[in-house]
């Protein structure tokens, strides 16, 4: 069962199943040249490779249109190229390979939700939200008296992930971190 959508009424984060591979699209333009047919012009991720192309395609034209469902799933544990999601509705515990988590795994903590989507019953992708909240593991202690927000120093947090902190953070202390671009924000009480 396909259905199509015009390359008219694209929308960011729709997946496009093209010739059975499946695209996200990030960005999308709509073009009007002077002589000659509209078209629109696009940005799309390879959803199994995470490889980013561009594809232009003429106005008003069908695409396919991938069926994805999203759940909100609990992280449980990592096994070898897995992680292991727990539906959160039906309890069932489903393997998300690393290379679809496409670094999802070093924002989730165990026991953490995030959204798998899934096509066809195989899950594409694991999107997090904007920010995750970790435990911060080792860091130099704090220094004393030097409370300036722009000195930084290294941090590994409970998940793996290194990242870089201001003076003032201890380690046992919950940091908020970007999942996009894996910065630090701000010390959470």
């Known amino acids: 069962m396909s259905m199509t959508v015009s390359t008219n009424d694209l ?3 729709m997946t496009l199943d093209l010739d059975g591979t499946l695209f996200q699209v990030i960005e999308f333009q709509h073009v009007k040249p002077g002589k000659g047919g509209a078209f629109v012009r696009t940005k799309l991720r390879n959803v199994r490779t995470g ?8 106005a008003d034209v069908k695409v396919g249109l991938a069926i994805v469902e999203r759940k909100e799933m609990q992280y449980l544990y990592r096994d070898g190229d897995n992680l292991v999601f727990m539906d959160l509705e039906s309890y069932e515990q489903i393997p998300v390979p690393v290379e679809v988590a496409g670094g999802a795994e070093r924002f989730l903590a165990e026991g953490q939700t995030a959204t798998v989507a899934m096509h066809q019953g195989n899950p594409i992708a694991v999107e997090l939200p904007a920010s995750m909240v970790l435990t911060v593991t080792e860091t130099q202690p704090a220094v004393k ?6 000195a930084m120093k290294p941090a590994v ?33």
């Open 145 to 150: 008296g030097d409370t300036r927000t722009t």
């Open 11 to 13: 929308k960011n984060g």
């Open 157 to 189: 947090l409970e998940t793996g992930l290194r990242i870089q902190v201001p003076l003032f953070v201890e380690p046992g202390e919950r940091v908020k971190v970007d999942t996009r671009t894996g910065e630090y924000i701000e010390r959470v009480k």
């Open 51 to 58: 490889a980013v192309i561009e594809r232009t395609f003429n």
